[in-house]
């Protein structure tokens, strides 16, 4: 069983650690063109406790959330006042049965497709004994149906296995793949390692493709773990680097973001799309992202903080279309390695302490409301 608390705490959190009060600034629904202030501070509680390596988070409007939970391939659901409810049924069997939990291989990511009389269409990223892939369901209550694969066959490893869905704001579901440890992958457009796909709830390539035949929608990446967009339509990824540097991309359908030519900036010369943020893989470690209307804001494992990247209107450089990066939390909660923008504008993180690669506290792992103002 796992325990739950709404633990009620609050901090204001500056752009050098220190705290102070709630200034002025608010993680709205994106719309228009997108700007914010250069720092802002924030106020975190506890929604919910005891979960065993959250990884995926998709918000429902209701307020309640969808986790993932990598290791035990089970899906549950964090309510408005912070209690844990398992998600039972044909679906969650299939899980069970089918999820091979390897390294940083699991239950993976969660999107919602849409919602119908019958309930609300889900998609899932699984790691197998064969592949990664998506698989589809539709969630009623707490039961989720009969599960169908609608892409299989993205390379599957111990590491670098991507993992993170999202619906865009054209309708079609994006996928983040990792190169699985072979870097070739990256630069092969006939695999679907080291890639964010873009494709149709059936799986198929979405209309509008760079190679219409293809899901590939970018290519070049290493690893990217966080999907969003901007009220402007920009679209950013967070990507993890290898011994140098952690990237975010402003993402362009057919673009190439170089590895493993290139690890952060440097490649624009060679045709490669550089980055409009890096840092030191000791500070970051990038997972989640998530965009609001004055920020994007990236999970940080390794790095054990929420960065924040003041969003900029759009011009000719992307660079220019973000601010000086802001650290947020800094050490206060461990590794971080989700967000997302919940109904009511706050965002939602998950903690990461309990994967094998941090130090858990009491009652982690842990879903955080984190309040900008």
Known sequence: MLAVALVAGCTGTTNDGTTGDPGSASPTAPSGAPSGPDTVEVEVST???GLDVPWGLAPLD???????????????VVTPDGAVQDVTGPGADELADVVEPQGEGGLLGVAVLGESDD???LALYATTADDNRVLRGTLRDRTLGELTAVLTGIPAARHH?????????DGFLYVSTGDAGDVARAQDPAD????????TADGEPAPGNPDPGSPVWSLGHRNVQGLGWAGDGRMFASEFGQNTFDEVNVVRPGANYGWPEVEGEGGADEGFVDPVAVWATSEASPSGLAVTDEAVYVAGLRGERLWRLPLRPAGGDDAAGVGTPQALLTGEHGRLRAVVVAADGSLLVATNNTDGRGDPRDGDDRILRVVVR
């Open 192 to 199: 679907l390692g080291g890639k964010i796909l873009r494709v």
């Open 119 to 121: 309930g609300l269409d």
């Open 62 to 76: 209701d307020g309640s959330l969808l986790v993932t939970l990598r290791d035990a391939a089970r899906l549950v």
């Open 161 to 169: 296995d991507g993992g993170r869905l999202a619906v865009g704001p």
């Open 47 to 49: 929604l919910a406790t």
